[in-house]
């Protein structure tokens, strides 16, 4: 890993407070020759802390995943913009990450979470973004789940569909999995599943 280096902000303002909020910076770095950028103009978009969990039922070896339109995918002119995905949203303020995604799986999925096995934490889109993820997999009992879900106040239209592990993993193959979180949770899960079914049953 690199060395810390400094940062100095020459100044800041917001440019967008609106479903994104938007901030320009003027600041330069230090470099790794130990001399310093001239000064750089950056906008980034302000995102803060989002949570993301893969449902996965060790016993009858099933995968949640969700469904919903995703305007960037729409405005990038992707040929479905409605996207498969795990279950995620934004860690609201005194809330954990773990109590986010207990959360979002019950409005998103209607499935209830009762074990979490973190995957990863990064960064979605550093170079332009401040999102940072907490990807978890969590268990869960997939009889009788699917359907549509969402909170119509914020205008949501989910649809959770119930996979085969199998099934499932082979979404990797076929580019029908196309977003950062769901193809990393996928990815662990198809190196993991084995040892993380044989643990949770055990707890049972």
């Not at 009762?114 to 401040?130: D, E, K, N, Q």
């Not at 997939?142 to 119930?162: N, P, Q």
């Not at 990797?172 to 196309?178: K, Q």
Request: aromatic share 8%; charged share 25%.
């Amino acid at each position: 890993m690199a060395d810390p280096r400094r940062v100095e902000v020459e100044n800041q303002e917001k440019i967008s407070d609106g479903y994104l909020k938007i901030i320009r910076y003027l600041l330069k770095h230090e470099q790794y020759d130990g001399g310093w950028t001239k000064p750089l103009s950056r906008e980034v978009m302000e995102r803060g802390e989002v949570a993301a969990v893969l449902p996965f039922d060790p016993v009858r070896n099933e995968v949640i995943l969700i469904e919903q339109f995703r305007v960037g995918a729409w405005s990038a002119k992707w040929p479905q913009p409605w996207l498969l995905e795990c279950v995620a949203g934004m860690v609201e303020p005194g809330e954990s990450p773990e109590e986010m995604v207990r959360r979002e799986a019950r409005e998103e999925a209607g499935c209830e979470i009762t074990a979490l096995a973190p995957i990863a934490r990064y960064f979605s889109t550093p170079g332009a973004c401040s999102e940072k993820v907490d990807l978890f997999c969590g268990c869960t009992d997939a009889s009788g789940l699917g359907g549509i879900h969402g909170l119509a106040e914020e205008g949501e239209d989910i649809r959770a569909t119930v996979w085969t592990l199998t099934d499932a993993l082979a979404l990797l193959d076929t580019g029908e999995i196309c977003n950062s979180m769901t193809l990393i949770a996928m990815q662990w899960l198809a190196r993991h599943h084995t040892d993380l079914a044989e643990k949770w049953l055990q707890k049972e």
